[in-house]
């Protein structure tokens, strides 16, 4: 164990025996200290919403396929002109020290070992460019909590740019934060310093509490942002937050050149829907003009089959990754994203789909179960 | 603890820190007696309806909008020729010196300092007048339990009327008591006197059951009685208890100012439908000839913001604040309507209205749910 | 207590004091013997059918309807020539000497005092003429397993004609005993005799397992053997055991003179709909030819009147009023029967029905619920 | 007990009582050893589509029928030229020693007792030879589980050609193994020896894992590999596990002379849907050109009849059988199929079919309940 500031963040760095990936937050738990537990696993209100994320993916079922006469599954997919090793990435996800000591550098580098795809948060705990460095030449997307101060968006975006990232990801479903009462009971205040914004009067984050970050960020987050952070970077940029047809479409008249299905992993928003309930709709709405990126709820492999066979062109979580984080450092990162790849896998043999494309187009049941 | 007639009340003052609403029943439960708690909390037979009011919600889902540019949701509303801060309100609850030794004079000074809408009971604890004056000027409605004996309801509605309520809530769905299990259990008789009954011989209430007050009311309630008693006021008659279009549009037939959809709480026919089931059929039958209050299991932000989205105008409940009126009186009751305002907001913003009209346009989504 | 042959009856003589009908069971089960109990509790296989009948009362829901203009609800109603004081009649139950000594004669005792009507099986422990002699002149129905003796069955008939019974029920669900897994694990066997069973060679059920008894019944049940009954007694004959418009059809072109809905309390084939479920269509193809009986898993008024507003006549229930006769003799009878009376007058005012002809034409919702 | 390798075999030749198949699972896990049990009763990943291939037999219900004039309903059924006694047949199903010393030879010693059909599995403990010799004369099935090695695969048909199997069971479903949580947590590798593999190379499973065995498998099977076998053996040739009209026209198109409806009892695909929820679809496109044999969560005999009334023509189970094998070797693997047709018999007698034939025309319900 490392001690930041009174905080005890795991350091361990070693491959973990995964069974399944629901099972990794019982593990993490005891690791994790209970304030940065509680905000990672946390979800808004009585996390209905958070729940059904989970539950949802039972709305739909895969169709084994026989005689397709397939064999090696192939789980790369080339997206946004990138070629990945496998269609589950990281989702943007926020002071990854809270896990761990070294934060989004070992989540960084147990992605690009599985030759997929990181995407950072505004509120990393490692610096972009720390965290780029340690991706190794691996993809990488830079995620944006809109400041209300424009030198501050600025500065980000240059140094994201410097870096390298391939993408900007502006996250618009957190213009408020979320009502989450583990936070509340857990009176939790960030005792790790936010990289990122260090060099801001309004603070490094350290010692403050989500809603206090989030009131420097922008409330009022409309069309024109996204028009003008694509002219300022020159950048692709993936709107993230969206949840219905309508603003799937506003983002792309704005000239958004990615959707991002999420519902902030049901920290957010609670009483919405579940996000795999909303992205069939969406994709159809969508049409293909730009890719879509789904999160929210996603465990199993069935789950990334699921929501690729809806409309997703990648799929991304977030928490277990953490918890992998957390457990195993680098390699746990890495663990974790072969665990639920070697899902995903038999899943594609079983459905008779060898490639992501084949998966994209696969039948799904509708039939209603209660649990 | 003040103790009168031998039945602990609480004397309470002061703010709370509330986690959620729901929480606040166990809360309460430890200082309101068991026989009042009972009363309180309770529905009628195995409370079916009084459960899926609250479940309900779930059948309904709010769309979290992105790229709305909006910041700062305003929670005012104009109803009623009212100009009220919140679209959230009292429902006329009875008997609340059975949480409080206040009882409805600390209830309205709650209401009163959230800018919210006080509604009495008849069977209230404290009388007309004291608990206008104590609402200092704030508006507020008077409900109305028709009685078999007019010359006693106009002695209601002329004290009700010089106390300056700015309309009069008729009760239509208590023609006879609910069967309340929990009163039954407990044998329960009031043990704090009504106000309002005591100049009439049939009793104040203390030491009577709900059975036997509900004797001297009128069981034969028409749509006379709505004419009658708006003739005889000059006041607004909202008619509450209302649970099909059917029956909203004979109220408003027969003169009714308002509708206030309501199973009352479950507590009294038990295996109807959840209140909010039943809502947008009755507003589209209505069709904003006018103004809708609604209630029956509202405990969060979200439930508010789906009545409203559904064709409420305004939204009430009970229970809650009674608890919170228990737990801190006057303060305590505050606390509850700013719990709620907060989740309301935070709502608000995260679904893209920055205003109550905004809110009553937002789409919700009906996938179905198990839980 | 009585002890017949080894067995403990109950010969309790007391007025009850219910809070609700599913709470008897509770206490019954402490006073009747494991084997009695079991038999009469039991369903067939896992009683997934058993519990459904009950559940699916919440398929529907009663419309609260205000603005009625009605007070003091008629129970009382007419149907098969006979005028009843209430719509909740005594289902034909096997050997009730299981719950108390004096068996059926005090159930009749108990049904005739509410002004309702008896239905006396087959399978009593008490004779036809003692149970209708109890009865005081109220009416009563007698239920006829069939055998495959027809000199049993003219028998028997001959017996109940004397006694002036007013209708014949025919059950025809039961030619062969349903798997009923209680009665395998208690391996229980009749300890009472059966006494229209008496006087024939196939013994008297006593010592006799289920099995056995129904090994003397007619296993094929047809059309001509309604005809045959309603031709030999002249009597009305309603065929019970009816779970589908094909067969209350048949039963009508067979001469039916009226149709008792039933799945045998969930006792007879597991795996089918809840007798609820299929009333309403039942109910449309009978088209008003002749009235229709319902019962299996009827245990609270609204239950009684959701009945009624699907189709039936007549509501019957046997459990609940067999618990009663365990816990209180004829009055304990009484008492059941004043409970469900009372919960359902309550209903009826709530619904806006001032009789059981309005409760027959009382709106239903079908808002869908998961409990 | 008989020690194998380690491996404590049951060797209990017995009757058994059996209450229900259901209840046999607890009995069957005190004398299996874990690994054992876990191979036997697990699924694939969080065993969801385990869990609702039982469940959905709730989506469906059983009308029971009356004045039908039958009794003694007949089991017996003709189909692939066979004449049985009962529709339900043994699934073919992999390493019996790990129940029972005498594993399939016992099992088709029982099965041979009721007059049923036996599918013996590649993967059998005992051999072909053996277990086609212990059957009596009773027909036999040999499923096949296709090796990429030819000479294997001829090897096996020629053995079970010369052994007289009247079918040839081609499973397509199990490409790669599933997800089996159970094995891994078991760390689980095959005890016992695989009779039909220990002539080759590649072992005869005795310390391996399924993974490994598998692993010599097949996993591109196409429609010219089932032309290519029925070809070979001039045998009848069914495909196992077919879940989509797709896939049932495209093996018929191959020459399928019976398409196997089943997910392999959840073990393979988790996500998919419930097996029974697949079938009436299935019968529906396949329309009578070749028999459908169908399993996967059958354990009732109100399951069996739903399953018929579907489309099936034979229903296969194997846990259950296997759990009695366990415990009571030949005599309970008898006794549990004479539970599940005593079941059957009762519920094709309440619901009014004389014959499998009538079962095959019996009417469903489809009212949705939740458990």
Same mark, same amino acid.
């Given at each position: 164990?490392?001690?930041?500031?009174?905080? !005890?963040?795991?350091?361990?760095?070693?491959?973990?025996?995964?069974?399944?990936?629901?099972?990794?937050?019982?593990?993490?738990?005891?690791?994790?200290?209970?304030?940065?537990?509680?905000?990672?696993?946390?979800?808004?209100?009585?996390?209905?919403?958070?729940?059904?994320?989970?539950?949802?993916?039972? /709305?739909?079922?895969?169709?084994?396929?026989?005689?397709?006469?397939?064999?090696?599954?192939?789980?790369?997919?080339?997206?946004?002109?990138? /070629?990945?090793?496998?269609?589950?990435?990281?989702?943007?996800?926020?002071?990854?020290?809270?896990?761990?000591?070294?934060?989004?550098?070992?989540?960084?580098?147990?992605?690009?070992?599985?030759?997929?795809?990181?995407? #950072?948060?505004?509120?990393?705990?490692?610096?972009?460019?720390?965290?780029?460095?340690?991706?190794?030449?691996?993809?990488?997307?830079?995620?944006?909590?809109?400041?209300?101060?424009?030198?501050?968006?600025?500065?980000?975006?240059?140094?994201?740019?410097?870096?390298?990232?391939?993408?900007?990801?502006?996250?618009?479903?957190?213009?408020?934060?979320?009502?989450?009462?583990?936070?509340?009971?857990?009176?939790?205040?960030?005792?790790?310093?936010?990289?990122?914004?260090?060099?801001?009067?309004?603070?490094?984050?350290?010692?403050?509490?989500?809603? &206090?970050?989030?009131?420097?960020?922008?409330?009022?987050?409309?069309?024109?942002?996204?028009?003008?952070?694509?002219?300022?970077?020159?950048?692709?940029?993936?709107?993230?937050?969206?949840?219905?047809?309508?603003?799937?479409?506003?983002?792309?008249?704005?000239?958004?050149?990615?959707?991002?299905?999420?519902?902030?992993?049901?920290?957010?928003?609670?009483?919405?829907?579940?996000?795999?309930?909303?992205?069939?709709?969406?994709?159809?709405?969508?049409?293909? #003009?730009?890719?879509?990126?789904?999160?929210?709820?996603?465990?199993?492999?069935? /789950?990334?089959?699921?929501?690729?066979?809806?409309?997703?062109?990648?799929?991304?979580?977030?928490?277990?990754?953490?918890?992998?984080?957390?457990?195993?450092?680098?390699?746990?990162? #890495?663990?974790?994203?072969?665990?639920?790849?070697? !899902?995903?896998?038999?899943?594609?043999?079983?459905?008779?789909?060898?490639?992501? &494309?084949?998966?994209?187009?696969?039948?799904?049941? /509708?039939?209603?179960?209660?649990?």
């Amino acid at each position: 164990m490392t001690l930041t500031n009174g905080y !005890e963040q795991s350091d361990r760095e070693e491959k973990l025996n995964i069974l399944n990936l629901p099972s990794l937050e019982g593990e993490a738990k005891k690791i994790i200290p209970t304030g940065g537990f509680g905000y990672i696993f946390g979800g808004a209100e009585d996390e209905w919403t958070l729940k059904e994320n989970t539950q949802a993916f039972n /709305h739909a079922q895969i169709v084994p396929r026989a005689l397709s006469n397939i064999d090696h599954p192939d789980l790369s997919t080339d997206v946004f002109g990138l /070629h990945l090793k496998t269609p589950v990435m990281m989702a943007p996800t926020a002071a990854q020290g809270l896990a761990h000591a070294k934060g989004e550098t070992d989540t960084a580098k147990g992605v690009a070992a599985v030759g997929g795809l990181m995407a #950072q948060s505004t509120y990393s705990s490692t610096s972009i460019a720390d965290t780029a460095a340690a991706g190794n030449g691996a993809p990488q997307f830079f995620q944006l909590y809109m400041s209300k101060d424009w030198t501050f968006n600025e500065s980000l975006l240059d140094e994201a740019k410097k870096a390298g990232v391939k993408a900007i990801i502006l996250t618009v479903d957190a213009t408020v934060d979320g009502y989450r009462e583990e936070d509340i009971i857990n009176n939790f205040q960030f005792p790790i310093p936010m990289a990122n914004l260090e060099k801001f009067a309004s603070g490094d984050g350290k010692g403050q509490g989500i809603g &206090e970050i989030y009131a420097a960020a922008a409330q009022k987050i409309g069309p024109d942002d996204v028009r003008r952070i694509a002219e300022y970077t020159d950048l692709p940029v993936i709107v993230k937050g969206i949840q219905s047809p309508e603003d799937a479409l506003r983002a792309i008249g704005a000239g958004a050149a990615g959707i991002y299905v999420s519902n902030h992993g049901g920290r957010q928003l609670n009483g919405g829907p579940a996000s795999f309930d909303v992205l069939a709709d969406i994709a159809k709405a969508v049409n293909h #003009q730009v890719p879509i990126i789904f999160d929210s709820g996603v465990r199993r492999g069935s /789950h990334v089959f699921k929501a690729l066979a809806s409309g997703a062109d990648l799929v991304a979580f977030g928490r277990p990754v953490i918890y992998g984080l957390a457990l195993g450092g680098a390699e746990g990162v #890495q663990s974790v994203f072969e665990a639920i790849d070697h !899902e995903l896998e038999i899943t594609m043999q079983l459905a008779g789909t060898k490639t992501i &494309e084949d998966v994209k187009h696969a039948p799904l049941t /509708h039939f209603q179960y209660n649990d």
